[in-house]
């Protein structure tokens, strides 16, 4: 099967929904597509933020927190769409280059420009405006989330074109994520830098791993260059190794937070490590749904398996077990 035939089978179905409506209706299904809520679901990076705040105070536990955090679910929402939206806008000339994206509706030319700009700017509007309703911590790392956006996107600096820099400043979205959902529940102080650092290289695994099955799933340099500039100066190699660099340096900052603060997660460890190596075994295969990480539902093992490993994670929140000291402790010999 070859790659063009491909993209024609995988295209984006929104796109091809729009285009058999036509009209207002087309146009504004195209607008709703490209502030993309499908990956919506990405902000469940939240959610540990927010775990950690109530494990460190319980008390925080309270339906007027629980609901706080809801609000802040939505307004990340609304802000990462505004993100997307500016995102795809920018891409169009470059999505034209990859076998799936072209059918994007900004790169198709279905949508409209003004349109795009009002959107971008009620989006993030709104959100900022919800996030004042939960506090200014919440707001400055909401704002910090757009911001982020703003940059990897808009020239001059148009982070996503720099090799390296393309997955650290997207990447950084995760410890965000993660401090937004804190900042929902506790808004005071902040979590630990190791947790924070943790996260974003956890993320720039994730990422590395996408830039590498999209690398292989193009298969032609030069085709790869025209669509993502930074994979002018990447190769399989370097992507391979980068990956590898980002879930050592994960490792390290998770064991800093695990040793100090709870060592019973050590037991966890080895589990998180399969976790790392299974999700780069699915970014190996061919078309992989590394690619679009929406679609990563579709792994049913893998995502039982993330299911399994939160349960055991929150069941080692409420377990002591003592002689896991003894690793950190030094002992006398008798």
């Given amino acids: 099967m070859t790659l063009e ?19 207002w209706r087309g146009l504004l299904a195209n607008q709703v597509a490209i502030a993309r809520p ?32 809801i609000v802040g679910i939505i307004a990340v929402c609304l802000i990462a769409s505004a993100n997307y939206t500016i995102n795809e806008w920018l891409d169009a000339e470059f999505d034209r280059h990859h076998p799936v994206k072209r059918h994007r509706p900004s790169a198709a030319g279905a949508v409209s420009a003004p349109l795009v700009y009002i959107q971008w700017a009620v989006l993030a509007t709104a959100g900022l405006l919800l996030g004042l309703t939960i506090g200014l911590q919440f707001t400055i790392f909401a704002a910090i989330l757009l911001i982020m956006g703003v940059a990897y996107n808009v020239k001059p600096l148009r982070t996503k074109d720099r090799v390296y ?23 005071s102080v902040l979590p630990p830098s190791s947790i924070l ?3 974003w290289m956890g993320g720039a695994y994730l990422m590395a791993v996408k830039r590498y099955s999209e690398y292989r799933f193009i298969d032609d340099p030069e085709r790869a260059g025209r669509y993502r500039r ?16 980002y879930a050592l340096t994960t490792t390290l900052f998770l ?36 690619q679009s990480p929406e679609k990563l539902y579709k792994e049913r093992r893998f995502i ?14 409420f377990v002591d077990i003592p002689w ?9 010999f008798r």
């Fill in 38 to 69: 499908d990956h919506w679901f990405k902000n469940v990076f939240m959610l540990p933020g927010a775990a950690l705040a109530f494990a460190v105070n319980p008390a925080l536990a309270t339906p007027s927190s629980v609901a706080s955090l």
């Fill in 324 to 332: 896991l000291n003894a690793l950190v402790e030094v002992q006398s």
């Fill in 165 to 187: 820099l393309d997955v650290l400043s997207e990447s950084v979205n995760n410890p965000l994520r993660f401090l937004l959902g804190w900042s929902a529940v506790l808004g």
């Fill in 230 to 245: 930074s994979f002018i100066y990447y190769d399989e190699q370097t992507l391979l190794l980068s990956a590898f660099f």
């Fill in 304 to 317: 039982r398996y993330v299911g399994l490993l939160t349960l055991l994670l929150t069941a080692l929140f």
């Fill in 5 to 23: 035939f491909q993209a024609d089978t995988q295209a984006d179905g929104t796109w091809r929904k729009s285009q058999a409506k036509g009209g």
């Fill in 255 to 290: 064991g800093v937070f695990l040793i100090k603060y709870r060592i019973e997660f050590l037991i966890a460890f080895p589990f998180v490590a399969a976790l790392f190596v299974w999700y780069f075994r699915i970014g190996m295969q061919p078309g992989s749904v590394t």
């Fill in 197 to 199: 650092l943790a996260f």
